[in-house]
């Protein structure tokens, strides 16, 4: 179902889905403005109990009656993917039912929703029906606290998106990645076993010490210092444009997510330094995308990081994967701090990279503006 | 970003770069002139839906612009900026009576036109 078919009118998407709508299976709906909610929803049921839709994109329908997307979800038991972004009838109450009713959920997709923005915090904190969601999207509308309950009930996230959230805090980051008492206190004790070859490491926990960790261990009695964290499925993360993050949230993401290939962390400003980056982008060797958009604090070292090492040592022994192996894709805009001796390393040292956005265009000049009055007199100028 | 990296960065890479160097003082008119017969200055690519968007495609034997849906690298400055050609621009339809110019928006819906009278299940 294309959307941009201009010569056909909803009136006759209807007409089609009269005769075939209780076997459609996906159903995508995308930029269609104006459509005829309780048509729609007789034409998807028939005469049946429950509609057979695994598919539901229903993106560009702002004004979707609310009493109608709750009435096509409940009787949507068999559905695996839905977006509704964008959408005003979306409310806390309808992403409940969602949960309840979908069991098979494996890609959400509510952001910039205007009435759950920010969503609250208790949201995700049934611990059975998010069990299978492995994408999730929720920009725009991420509050705090909600991360914790996304990273407890959700095992197998692999793309999680919370951009535009300005809610958001680095403390979310922290808890996203925390482990329960319960679980890493027996995996300490596994620990020792471990060294006398008696048990295999348990993948999904790992324990770091202070300075990897970048938070003291004293929270966490029974681990002798070390810091407990949940290693994650994520491929695919989006923090950009959260105002409140430092990169001290990199920190917390360090060793956490060795599967990441995309990560996006644009418009942060002078919160984002050095420090953070310099942890995290190392663990992650299989980075395709970076996008560090309008950091324009960050400095050499960073670019210097994402350069791999040769790929064979003088032995002609090949090394492990490294970060930069397979960075595609990468954003350096307004990141004025940075020379041209490290890019042109860059330029050199990562096989894959093809596309480089080292422009000097911002997403928020009005903070930059912020920043500049706040500089001392002789340090002015900027360009 | 200067000037050294911008040819390295062209030269090493070839086809499907895509660099972004837009406002960068460093990045001089010299070198984005230089690579001009071997970039591109937007990643156009071809469709209808591409229509608004004019991507220019040499179709005929006098060139009228840079082409832009080929897979040449793209190469984004201040000084390709200025050159992109305007979205008001009109299109010359040749004909034999003489020729019809249109501007963007109806080249589109020329193109859609063109599929309007199709019976049925329009294939995409």
Redesign the interface.
Known sequence: MHPFLDHMTPSSVITILQAAGPYVRNLNLYGWQYLPEKALYQSLLGQNEGTRLIELDLQGSRDFDEYWLLQLILKSRHLRRISLKGLTGVSNHLVEVIGRTCPHLEYLDVSFCRRISPLRPDTFSDQTCWRNVTQLSIAGCASQGILEDIGRNMPDLQALDVSHSDELTDDDLKSFVAVAAATYEPAYRRLELLRSGQTIPDPSLVFLTPTLAGESGLAFPGTKGMIPRRVTRLRKLSLSECTQLTDDACRYLARAVPDLESFEMAGIGDGLADGGLLALLPTCPRLKRLDLDSAYEITDAVVRCLIPSPKFDMDGHARNSEVGDELEMLRLGFAITLTNDALLALVRGCPKLMRLNADVRTSSLKRLAVKLAKLNPSRRTLL | ??D??VK??IR??GR???????????VSRNVVEALEPTTRPRNGWRGW?AAPLAYYEKTRSKALGREECSDLPVL?SFWTWNRVPRADRTFVLPGRRGDTVINADELAALG?SLH?DERGC?I?
């Open positions: 970003m200067n050294v990296l390295e960065f090493k890479r499907g770069a895509s660099l972004s160097v837009v406002d960068c003082r460093s839906q984004q859609r309007a329009v995409m």
